[in-house]
Structure formats: structure tokens, C-alpha cells
């Protein structure tokens, strides 16, 4: 897992690319916010996340999760879902908007595309009244972009995270 990209990937790349393009200029994974925001727009007090959607468990054609060590492999990204949880709630706490372009927004059979998404995302940044949105590969949606618990999705013996924001165990 050393080998995997935290920053820089090709869907970061692509959207950097475009909303430069289009003339907004940003600050890249500012370490002094939680959860390290791909994007940061100081002047329009915006973050965007863009998420994987294997590594943060979306709930989309895009995450399967593995056969072998199941286990392990719904520990890890039950752990990833608890930590964005807790930086999201941190950074619209501190009155951040907060926008997330999952993976499946930029590539897949279903998605918008590079240049919908960006578009898409643009409009988010110059509409100063939208407090969080997220991008997936089904459109823009208002609301938060946390993807459902996996125990919502994978049955027993996996881990949710609880709404007081904790890591619960589920053997059904």
C-alpha cells in the first residue's frame, strides 16, 4: 500500500487542470486543515475532496470490495469512512463549504466526465450560498457525500461508524 497515491492522482490532476483553465486558483492539500483537502479556496472559503472510490467506500459500480481478507479490507476502509466523517465535520464546524468529486465522477461507463464535473464544480465554487455538495458518477448532489456505512452494505461481521462518531462491530 506504500505504492498508493495520496496526491496527485489522475482525477485530482484532470480537475486541477480544468478549474485552472477556467481561472480559479487554489492552494493544494493544506496540512493545517483536517483531513488535508485536495483543493482549498481560501478567498471563496472552499474545500474540495477528491476521493477514490475504492479507498473511502463509495457506493458505486467503481468499489469492489476484495475476496481475500475481507476482514481486513472492511476494517480499513470502515476506518477511512470514520476519519472523513470526523474531518468533515471538523471543517463545516470551522465554516468551510465543502465539496467531494468521488472517482466515479471523472471516469467509468456512467460518469459525466472530466469536463461536466468540472463545470459542475465551478458552479459550486461561485455560488457562495451551497454549504456542501458532492460529485458522483449519477450527478451533483446537495446534502453530505459519505458514502453509507459498509454494514449497510456487506451485512455482518463488518464495521459501521455509529453516529456519535465511533467505530462499532456488527456480528449480526
Known sequence: MAAVRGRDTKPELALR???????????LNVRALPGTPDLVFPARRALIFVHGCFWHGHDCPLFVLPRARREFWLDKIGHNQLRDRRHHDALSGAGWRIGTVWECAMRGRASPGVAATSAQVAEFLRDLQSSEMYFRDTGVHRGSGHPPALSDRFGSGSLAVSGEGSLDRHND
Do not use: A
Open 17 to 27: 487542470r480544468t478549474l485552472h483553465g477556467l481561472g480559479f486558483r487554489y492552494r
